[in-house]
């Protein structure tokens, strides 16, 4: 009886340890290694409700045949089954509905390029394409909704709270914060006057707390509203998140209850914010429990060869399930830039 007590319990604690040893692990290059590789990595992901990965890469990576007779290099956005093949409608090259023809040229006048994708409130696809925010069908790939919204700036991928209202941002500061209802109607700014140099923006559900995330200024700022994008959206002294922090890319997992940011090429090195030291791990994903930002999780980018040391995170959705992540980097190498992970347990080998 003594042993069979014994076991039971052994086996509880094993099954205790292969419980904590959960993380994400690697899961291979997206769609694969060779497609993977296109010039100056990911600047945008998003997964539908049909488990579709939507990436923009940054760089050309195609091209078109104009009227001209010449060919001009374009920055489409590709669509991947969760099996790695691509969608019927992939890639898009032109964006086309509702009253939009728009080429997605990469060089010459009218030039743009993808600056981010989000998945909305109904599951389409919202991509900021250099100074404008398009909303794609994300079952057929046509375009349902357009707005300009940086008004010759680049902006930021979006934040979309659960009535689809999102908010976006330009790159370079100085510029107002924008509020658009889900019919793309405005419904004013977070602030006229943004701070610093922003890659990515995110929002809460319910609209209240709009995150900037800051790379020159090295910190996360929380912009606060009781009363949603009603407004007035304030900055408070405990609002400056994350001190120290470069961050590129950020987005919620599944269910919203987790932010995940990434920190930079840069975050290496301390006192990166005037006073404090940090420790943060450079090409990591770190998610933070928004009621109180502290750390619960983290994922770190994969290293294909020394070129991708060199990377800088710049991309993070999940699919419906919870537990498959894509990340991307954005670099000059000729790695492959959008990677795959999936969380489970690690391996463990007990000591007898």
Known sequence: MKKLVTLAALTVVLA????AQNRWNFAGYFPDSTFAKKATGVHGIA???AGKVWVGWFGRSDSVLTSGGTFVGIVPIYIFNANGTQAAFSPIKVLQGAGVNDTLFSTGAGAISNRGLRRDHQGNILASIFDRVYRINYQTGAVMNKVVSGAGNS???VGV???GEFFVQTVVGGNPIKIFAANFSSLGNVTDTSRGFCRTSEVSKDGN???SANYTLHAIYRYHSDFGSFGPYIVGPNDTLMKGFDCESMAWNHN???LWASSGSANDRPNRYPGVTTNYSFNTWYAFNPTNFSIVDSLKWTWYNTDSANTRPRGIAFADDGVTAYVGCFGSGTYPSLEKFTYGPSSVEPDP
Do not use: E, N, S
Request: aromatic share 16%; proline share 5%.
């Open 256 to 258: 919203r209850t987790r």
């Open 161 to 163: 709270d659960t009535l």
């Open 209 to 211: 707390d709009f995150y």
């Open 16 to 19: 205790a340890i292969g419980f």
């Open 155 to 157: 902006i930021t991928a």
């Open 47 to 49: 997964v539908d409700p």
